[in-house]
């Protein structure tokens, strides 16, 4: 995946490739970035952990167009990031118990 531009200012446009890095690094992608440039790819994994990564790569896609414009701070960037991980299952939701 290549990820760069945006319509917001460079450094809102820097935090979401941090952002997008941040999850994709999550799901065991090898991401490279510079400035609001991101490569990213992912290798070695069965057919069941492609398909599952290629989902939730379609559904980062779409939670991320366009939200450079908002990430006004750091702080909504780290926010975002922690939801959308555990939107996509990534990490635990909180409160929840392991039972």
């Keep these: 995946m290549q990820f ?3 319509g917001a200012t460079l450094e809102r446009r820097q935090r979401r490739i941090r952002l997008i ?3 994709l690094g999550k799901m065991d992608f090898e991401c490279q970035h510079k400035s609001d440039f991101m490569n990213a790819t ?10 599952r990564r290629l989902h939730n790569l379609g559904r980062l896609t779409m939670m991320t167009k366009q939200l450079d414009m908002a990430l006004s ?3 909504v960037t780290d926010w975002y990031t922690k939801d ?6 990534l990490i635990q939701n909180p409160g929840r118990n392991e039972s």
């Design 4 to 6: 760069s531009y945006g």
């Design 21 to 23: 890095t941040d999850i």
């Design 42 to 51: 992912v290798s070695y994994k069965d057919e069941a952990g492609i398909k």
């Design 73 to 75: 701070s750091d702080g």
């Design 84 to 89: 959308f991980m555990r939107k996509l299952g």
